[in-house]
């Protein structure tokens, strides 16, 4: 069974500019949520989405929003870019709501840098 | 609020020696509670749950055990190997029905040969 995927690996971008990174979960996993890791803060968290809705979120500005597909797929997209905003962007997928202590399952993340 | 606690790193063994890594919890609630590892340039492999007070998880050798009591879930293993040089991340999951997980700030393990 596949993992879950996350593209493309490695980001550069500037200042003031947008991205978007995308995340495929594990074949019928309908929970995706997302996670910034960086030296100073850790691993936060920043949303999950179920069937197509947010279902929780963490506390990030605006400029941090996410979607999620008919098909499970996620992205999520990060507006007016900050140096602050360079992190490792990590995506996990679950089956949450299957019943307690149900796992989540990592990509290998997305390294965002802002120049 | 809720939130977890590790003890600091680096934490640097021999190999064959024993690890404990310490983490304590603040929740309300009865949470789940996960160890991970990361390799790296990797992400997050579970390495081991539990769900209720006085479960043990236990994988690859290692162990925890969840402390009620003591709020803890401390990590263990008996004899550690170069392999294991990663970094370990407590976390917890106050509900069943979320992917929001609220994690530690990391230990790194460095085992030499």
């Known amino acids: 069974k596949a993992g879950v995927t996350q593209t493309p690996r490695y980001l550069i971008k500037t200042r003031g500019q947008q991205v978007t990174l995308s995340c495929s979960p594990i074949s019928g996993h309908r929970s995706v949520s997302w996670y910034q890791q960086t030296p100073g803060q850790g691993l936060q968290f920043l949303f999950e989405y179920f069937s197509e809705t947010q279902r929780n979120k963490g506390n990030f500005p605006g400029r941090f929003s996410g979607r999620q597909f008919s098909n499970s797929r996620s992205e999520m997209n990060v507006s007016t870019l900050e140096l602050g905003d360079s992190a490792l962007y990590l995506c996990a997928s679950s089956l949450a709501g299957t019943g307690k202590g149900s796992p989540l399952h990592f990509g290998n993340g997305t390294r965002l840098t802002v120049t | 609020g809720d939130s977890v606690t590790q003890m600091e790193g680096p934490v640097t063994l021999s190999e064959e020696a024993f690890l404990t890594i310490n983490c304590t919890y603040t929740?309300?609630?009865?949470?789940?509670l996960f160890w991970y590892v990361q390799y790296p340039g990797e992400g997050l492999q579970l390495l081991l749950k539990?769900?209720?007070?006085?479960d043990k998880g236990s994988n690859k050798g290692f162990e925890a055990t969840y402390r009620k009591e003591t709020t803890s879930f401390h990590l263990e293993k008996g004899s550690v190997q170069v392999s294991d040089s990663a970094v370990y991340f407590c976390?917890?999951?106050?509900?069943?029905?979320?992917?929001?997980?609220?994690f530690g700030q990391g230990t790194t393990l460095q085992v030499k040969p």
């Open positions: 929740a309300t609630g009865y949470p789940s």
């Open positions: 976390a917890l999951q106050l509900s069943s029905n979320t992917g929001k997980l609220i």
């Open positions: 539990a769900t209720k007070a006085d």
